[in-house]
């Protein structure tokens, strides 16, 4: 089904009044039961198995970010949420009922979730008020008008009410699709890669605008991006996806400071990588010992250290415990990167990153002194 369709159908089959109703009937019924579940849910294409055994529930007025790698089962995951896709295993519910599983499979129409795509999906021959009152067809026309128009109002687009798509930017079409998702006051909104069609300067306005919007409107919220910076903006908690799995799902700062495996530490931001042996219960690197817990002495294993970890500062001296030579500096705006080269225990040279807010620009072939915020170095089983 493609979303003009779903977006027809959910018109003709489903009155806006019929799902305020069914959710007033719903969230009785529901008792504490999450907004939108998704149990043990697999999904092959021929072999490929694109979701591999996903559970995950989202609360009402939860935000949560679908993260990963291109071609890692996001959107798969999304689409099968709204029934774009049959369900092959596992089940989905709403608010407590059975949407999707081994004796259902509702239409995407029925199932009370709005739907915003990368392509907005809009139609071309009518008005943007007639494109967000297309959803709440049921509704009587004042009634329809004024809800269409308080949707618009919500992501402030209520002077373009009678402009045509094609006179809209690519923010302002996102506003509208946003808008329309709305309208009939969803109760599951997914989001597929909602702001890459934008550049970059406008991106970050629409989904600063688009965030203080869904915190508004109360719906639990899926979006689909392969932007990490993206997730831990928008997301209540991220859901890092890879290779068909879920990985770890947690709130922004556990993915972050806490990440399971290399897999996760590597996802959020760049990392400087070293290979090293556990002894005495620690990984020992050139910038310092780092705690191993639960790696057995003389294994292999392998040190991640964002590159914020090292705290440099000029001038060593000649007491510092760790040095390094300053080899390139570039200012990045908010952050100064610094390009090291730092003596390994066995004589080797090792080339690592650092990372210093605002303006550290030492000079090249100069020497910085290090130290080790451990907070940010992770140690895993090579
Ligand atoms: P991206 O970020 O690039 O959009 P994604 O994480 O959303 O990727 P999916 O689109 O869910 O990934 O795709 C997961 C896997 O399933 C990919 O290998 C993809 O090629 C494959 N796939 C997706 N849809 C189909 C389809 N209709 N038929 C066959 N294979 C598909």
Known sequence: MTPDSLIAGRARRASTEAIDAAAGRDAAAAGDAPALALDHVSHRFG???????????????????LVGPSGCGKSTLLRLAAGLEDLQSGAVSIAGRAVAGPRVSMPPEDRGIGLVFQDYALFPHLSVLDNVRFGLRDLRGAEQARRARSALAQVGMEGHAESFPHMLSGGQQQRVALARALAPRPRVLLLDEPFSGLDTRLRRQVRDDTLHVLQQQGAATVIVTHDPEEAMFLADRIALMNAGKLVQLGAPVDLYCRPVDAFAASFFGEVNRLETKVGGGEAATPVGRVPAPGIPDGSGAVVLIRPEALLLSPDPGDTAPVVARVEAARMLGRSSLVHLSVSGDAGNTVHMHARVPGQ?????????SIALDGRQAFVFPA
């Open 47 to 65: 072999d490929m198995l694109a979701v591999d055994d996903v559970s995950l529930a989202v609360g009402a007025g939860e935000i949560v970010c």
């Open 360 to 368: 550290f620009l030492p000079e090249e072939g100069s020497w910085v």
